[in-house]
C-alpha cells in the first residue's frame, strides 16, 4: 500500500511491471483514439493475417467444429490430445530433429515461451536476446526479474545474428540463446552456417537454445528454413511452432514446443517445463483438432500466401528504398520489413505524429531493441496492395519536412 498526495491510500503493484511494455499493442491504443473520432487509419502495425484479406483454410474451420459437435469441450490431456501428439510427433520427424525428449500443445507459441523461460532462469540470471525481437521475451523476463542480455542483429549483413557479439556478452549468468528465425520484426531467414555458430556457443557454454519458428513455412525467393535443433543432437533445444501464422488462425491461440537433446543434459529441466505444463491444465481442447488437418491436410493456401506476400514484400522495398531519409533490408520471411529512418526525433514521436498527421499506424523500433544510435520502425507487408499504395505515399509526404 502506499498514500498519494490526496491522502488516498493506493494499492500498490508489484516494482516488476515497472518497465513491461509491449509496443505493438501500446502503440494501437493512440490509434484507437483517431478511429473513435471517425479517422480511417492505414494500419501497417499488427501482425495478424486475418485483419488484412487472408482467410483461414475451410478444413480447418470444419474440423474444429465437427470436434466441438463430438463434445470435445472438456478438459484436455496437458499434453496434447492423441492426434494432435501424433501429428506433432510426426512433425519432429519432418524438421528432422534428433533426441526429442517431450513435446506439448499450449496456447499459442507464447505460453510455451513463458512456461520454458520460468522453468529455466532465476532472478539475477540473463539470456541472449535478439535486438531487434519480438518483445513478448523481454516482458517475460522482466516479470521473472532477469536480466535481458541483448545481442544484436547485423543490418549491414541482412540482419543476421552477429555470433561474435553474442559470444562476447555470455558469462556464468547465461542460461540460453533466443533464436527468432525468420525473424520479428526484421523478416530476415538466418544461414544454416550462422545457425551452426550460435550452436557451438551453445556448446561451449552448456546453454540452451531456444528456436523461435512460428513463421518456418513464410519463406520467400525458393530459400529454405531450416530447424535449428536439427543441426546437432549433443546440445539443448527448446523449438517454438504453432498454426497462428502458418495456417492463419492467430484468435485460435494453438501453439506447441519440442525439447530436444541428450537426456542427462536435458532431463532435469524437462521435468521441471512439465511442472507448468500440469499446473495449467491443458491448451484448447476444440482448437487442437485444426493440427492434424492443418499439418498433414491440404496445403494449397501457403503458395498463394507466399506469392501475396512476396508481391507485397517487393513493392514495400521498392517504395521504401526510394523514400529519403529511409533504407531498408530485403525480408526473406514472415511479413514484416524494419526500415532504417534518419530524422532528428526520437522514433516513438516519429510514429505518433506519422499516426496523427497521415493516419499511418507502424511501431517504433525501439519497442523490439535497436543498436545504439540507429532509429527504425516496422511494417507489416499483409495489406493489400492498395492500402500499401496509400501508406507509403502518406509515409513519403510525411518525411519530406525532414
Known sequence: MSTSSQGITTITPARRTEHVAYAIRDIAVEAEKLRKQGIRILPLNIGDPLKYDFKTPRHMIEAVY???????????PSIAMDDAEAALHREVKRKRIPNLRSLFVSIGASEGIELCLTALVNPGENVLMPFPGYPLYTAVMQKLEAEIRPYYLDEENGW???????????????????????????????????????????????????????????VFDGLEHVSTASLADDVAFVTFGGLSKNYLVPGWRMGWTFISGPEELVADFDEAVHKFVRARLCASAPMQAAIVPALEGPQDHLPDVVARLTQRRDYTMERLNAIPGISCVKPEGAFYAFPKMDVPIPDKEFVVRLLREQHVLVVHGSGFGQKPGTQHFRVVTLPDMATLESAYDQLETFMRQF
Open 160 to 218: 543476421q545474428p552477429d555470433v561474435a557479439d553474442m559470444e562476447a556478452r555470455i558469462d556464468a549468468n547465461t542460461r540460453a540463446i533466443c533464436l527468432i528465425n525468420p525473424n520479428n520484426p526484421t523478416g530476415a531467414l538466418y544461414r544454416k552456417e550462422v545457425l551452426l555458430d550460435v550452436i557451438a556457443l551453445a556448446r561451449k557454454h552448456r546453454l540452451v537454445v531456444f528456436s523461435d519458428e512460428i513463421y518456418d513455412r513464410l
Open 66 to 76: 465437427r470436434s466441438m459437435l463430438e463434445q470435445n469441450n472438456g478438459y484436455a
